[in-house]
């Protein structure tokens, strides 16, 4: 166990609409039931974005990231889980295993997460980081863009000693996220026709979920026409930007494939195409399953005959898994080459140039 609070870089947002900035942050040492981890790579998801232009409400400063791998520093008193020097994987969705949701075997959004709530805190109700005499808020219980990270023991997750954690880093977040919704949330059938709304990195992962599961037709729906060959690769058997089409998007795909399909996949997070999405799949029959994060203060309008004669929307998050027990299989999954993550990473870079990767993120060019 280290009592020492440790001195160290990390990329803080002071406030909105800001770049980050690279700060010597304090860590403080974890306390009981708490995990302080060396953080080796994480990934930039629009989630963290999302809180930087206000989509997602969390209170500044706040030292951002979620989805990471990293090799455990010390531990707190009780920790019986977790040692120094395993190699872990935070969890933005925890697992406290005592909670509704996480003793049903239907859930696995644990009451302990700070998703809806935005507290910014560790579950005592404190941060563990300080900067320039401030106090620094947490993100999601994980906070992964610094060097060292501290978050409670549901909130991460022992993985392969052998696993390549600049890799599985994408299992924390983007891949199990996408590759779930299909394969967990949709539960995807072998034959049925499938369509995807946003190729970003979690949407290219319910492209191989719908894949895995053995559907015969995926549409992979963009505007930006340049992700479409890495989505191909990937097995989408067609793509549709709608800039293309003077139509709406879901009569487009009603046409396509005679009824609608049966499973389709919002992964932006935009309420236009999340009725769009609702709206392109089989009227009686189809699932439409919400994964890109709701923007903050906004509401849906639609025609409730959508949902009358039998068609289900529901959303998904984490992919539906439980976090702590999935994910070290997911990492023993990936390192049995049953998916890949590869083509998932586009650009590696320092950790000093994040304001760099952010640019990217937004441009379209991850």
């Known amino acids: 166990m280290n009592t020492l609070g440790l001195s160290l870089q990390a990329a803080v947002m002071w406030e909105a609409n800001k770049p980050f900035s690279i700060e010597e942050v304090e860590v403080a040492p974890p306390k009981a039931h708490e995990v302080r981890i060396k953080i080796v790579a994480t990934g930039i998801c629009r989630s963290d974005d999302h809180v930087i232009t206000g989509g997602l409400v969390m209170p500044f400063p706040i030292i951002l990231g979620h989805e990471a791998a990293g090799i455990v520093e010390s531990v707190g008193q009780g920790v019986t889980s977790i040692k120094p020097g395993d190699k872990v994987i935070p969890l933005f969705a925890p697992q406290c295993g005592e909670c509704n949701s996480c003793l049903n075997t239907k859930g696995n959004l644990c009451s302990k997460n700070d998703i809806g709530s935005g507290v910014g805190l560790m579950p005592d109700g404190t941060t563990r980081f300080t900067c320039k005499g401030k106090a620094i808020h947490h993100f999601i219980g994980t906070s992964t863009f610094t060097e060292y990270t501290v978050v409670h023991e549901s909130a991460v997750a022992k993985i392969d000693s052998a696993a390549p954690l600049e890799k599985v880093c994408l299992i924390g977040c983007g891949f199990s996220t996408g590759y779930g919704a299909a394969v967990q949330t949709a539960k995807v059938e072998p034959g049925s026709t499938c369509a995807i709304f946003g190729l970003g990195g979690?949407?290219?992962?319910?492209?191989?979920?719908?894949?895995?599961?053995?559907?015969?037709?995926?549409?992979?729906?963009?505007?930006?026409?340049?992700?479409?060959a890495k989505a191909k690769e990937l097995g989408a058997t067609d793509c549709v930007n709608p800039k293309d089409f003077k139509k709406p998007v879901h009569e487009v795909l009603i046409e396509m494939t005679g009824q609608g399909v049966d499973y389709s996949f919002e992964v932006i997070g935009c309420t236009e195409t999340m009725t769009a999405a609702l709206a392109c799949c089989q009227y009686n029959y189809g699932v439409s399953v919400i994964v890109g994060v709701p923007p903050a203060a906004q509401k849906i309008t639609f025609d409730p005959m959508l949902l009358f004669t039998g068609r289900t929307w529901k959303g998904s998050v984490f992919g539906g898994w439980k976090s702590k027990d999935s994910v070290p299989k997911l990492v023993a999954d990936y390192m049995k080459k049953k998916f890949v993550l590869e083509p998932l990473i586009t650009h590696t870079l320092p950790f000093t140039k994040i304001n760099e990767g952010f640019d990217l993120l937004r441009t379209g060019k991850r």
Not at 208 to 213: I, R
Request: hydrophobic share 50%.
């Open 202 to 228: 979690v949407g290219l992962s319910v492209v191989m979920g719908c894949k895995a599961a053995g559907a015969s037709r995926i549409i992979a729906v963009d505007i930006n026409s340049d992700k479409f």
